[in-house]
């Protein structure tokens, strides 16, 4: 699927699969250099075949990107005539895997060789499909890779977890400085600095692993036909997009945090964090960029339909959203106005904090975030389109807003996974930790935003001060729990480093 000169626009890949009626074959071509495949897992040294997206071409028509297989390799493992293959070259990480580059040049593949479920060419040369719009036929058929994107997002979760666990321990475990006049040292995560880099980033994983659970039993239930509602389908396209996205940049912040956190010892090779690093930095591109991704949660969020959407891409996000997108918001006017009543009742007029403990109040900070951002953003873009200005400008003006509402949407969805965890939680002490780490994590991402909230007169410059203190308390109460906390994740012993010299097990 990738090539050198598109990346994520597989929509727009060069590679061409034209139909030679006379041979009833399908004739694979690289165009241009540009138009390699790269990237492609398996294929610099071991893989025999390849499953290629091209352009699909009859009679000079060309009805838009489908999959065929093409054999690239003998039995005797040498690649076959009119195929190039190159390594992708030494990278970062993950160099036990042999990522390799194709070149086709009038290769020849059966008219069978098509994957055909959502396009068929007769052996007369005719196309038909079940799905009559080519952008709704192509999103379609990359709605398949959602299950690879649950598994990456699943994957950065893992990483994650080994990286809390390890710093957790290490921090619980190594002492260092302590009260004037002598004693013995204190441990580092007896420290608030050090309960502040590493608790808020143990509770988010705890979130996360909610999130992942979630989405798991989703794809279950999709691909395993118990539910079939096309809308299904979208919303958990979309939820496994900003998942996946959230938890690989989780995963890299939580290498690089914990990393720091574990000082020299952390820095070296048998810590595991500088393999980690390089291996897991790829998850932020591998299945789709993060950044790209988030616009696909955008794009999911303004619309709800994607076949009338049109493409992903500025001048096709922006049309629809003139036409039809504020309309949306306007009939949520109503549902709008019972939300700040119900927000009225969620603030207090006094400046006590203890309101910031309760769920509600946290969901509703962060759903209204995330109204309010998604709502701004489509404004401007539509009042730029209403001004005559040119739709992929105002796209790009708005970009960043765009990215901003996807964030905050994620954000709430994840929020609400773990709440969901927390409530089903049957033992009742496990059930009491997790709910003040639930708050952890809350609060830590409003504290992240704080100023936000300031700006947009949710929250007073002195509630903004008593997130901090309600930042700090579950850190102090949850200092006591955190070797348990980061046992639960059962990260195996296998995976988890003995550093130089220390007696016994460092960390274990």
């Known amino acids: 699927m990738s090539e050198s000169a598109h990346g994520s626009d597989v929509q727009s890949v060069g590679t061409t699969a034209d139909y030679d009626l006379e041979t009833q074959e399908w004739v694979i071509n690289t165009p241009t250099p540009a ?30 990107v489908h999959a065929f297989v093409v054999p690239i390799r003998g039995d005797d493992g040498e690649p076959l005539d009119r195929i190039r293959i190159e390594d992708s070259g030494h990278k970062l ?3 036990g895997v042999d990522n390799g580059r194709l070149y086709f040049d009038s290769v020849r593949v059966p008219r069978e060789n098509l994957l055909d479920r959502y396009g068929l060419v007769t052996e007369e040369g005719e196309y038909s499909s079940p799905i009559e719009n080519p952008t709704a036929r192509f999103f379609t058929m990359l709605g398949t890779l959602v299950q690879g994107r649950v598994s990456v997002g699943g994957a950065g979760l893992s990483v994650a977890k080994v990286a809390v666990t390890t710093a957790i321990r290490c921090g619980n475990l190594r002492r260092q400085f302590g009260p004037p006049g002598g004693g013995e040292e204190v441990l580092l995560l007896d420290y608030r600095a050090h309960q502040r880099r590493l608790l808020p980033l143990l509770a988010r994983t705890y979130a996360m692993h909610f999130k992942q659970a979630e989405l798991v039993e989703r794809l279950d239930l999709v691909f395993g036909g118990e539910d079939e509602d096309p809308d299904a389908r979208r919303l958990l396209e979309t939820a496994a997009a900003g ?14 945090t914990g990393r720091e956190a574990c000082g020299g010892m952390g820095y070296l090779s048998p810590g595991g964090f500088a393999a980690r690093k390089a291996d897991a930095e790829i998850f932020t591109t ?13 794009k999911s969020l303004l619309t709800g339909y994607r076949e009338e959407f049109g493409e992903l891409n500025p001048i096709g996000m922006a049309g629809f959203i003139a036409s039809r997108v504020i309309e949306r918001f306007v009939e949520r006017t109503a549902a709008r ?22 769920r509600e109040y946290q969901l509703a900070l962060f759903a209204w975030r995330e109204d309010h951002v998604l709502a701004s ?4 873009l539509k009042r730029g389109i209403d001004e005559g200005y040119d739709p992929f400008e105002v796209f790009n003006a708005c970009q960043d807003h765009v990215l901003v509402a996807a964030r905050a949407h994620v954000d709430t969805q994840i929020l609400e996974a773990f709440a969901h965890g927390v409530e089903e939680c049957d033992d009742e002490g496990s059930r009491e930790v997790l709910s003040r780490l639930c708050d952890l994590h809350a609060l830590s991402t409003i504290e992240k935003h ?28 949850l200092r006591p729990h955190a070797g348990n906390l980061v046992e639960a994740l ?10 130089g010299p220390t007696p016994t097990a460092f960390l274990r």
């Open 243 to 256: 998942f996946k996205a959230a938890a690989t940049w989780h995963a890299v912040e939580c290498l690089q």
């Open 377 to 380: 953003a489509a404004r401007r």
């Open 93 to 95: 990480g993950l160099n």
């Open 337 to 358: 106005e019972l939300w700040g009543r119900i927000w009225d009742e969620l603030t207090p007029n006094s400046e006590e904090d203890g309101d910031l403990k309760h």
């Open 490 to 499: 059962r990260v195996p012993d296998s995976v988890l480093p003995e550093f």
């Open 35 to 64: 138009d390699r495949k790269d990237w492609i897992g398996n294929a610099a040294a071991h893989g025999r075949a390849a499953a290629v997206f091209a352009q699909l071409i009859v009679g000079g028509e060309n009805h838009g």
């Open 286 to 298: 591998f299945e789709g960029d993060n950044t790209v991704l988030l616009q696909l949660v955008a």
């Open 450 to 477: 704080r100023g936000w909230y300031q700006e947009h007169g949710r929250i007073s410059s002195t509630r903004s001060k008593a997130v901090i203190r309600n930042v700090n308390r579950p850190c102090e109460e």
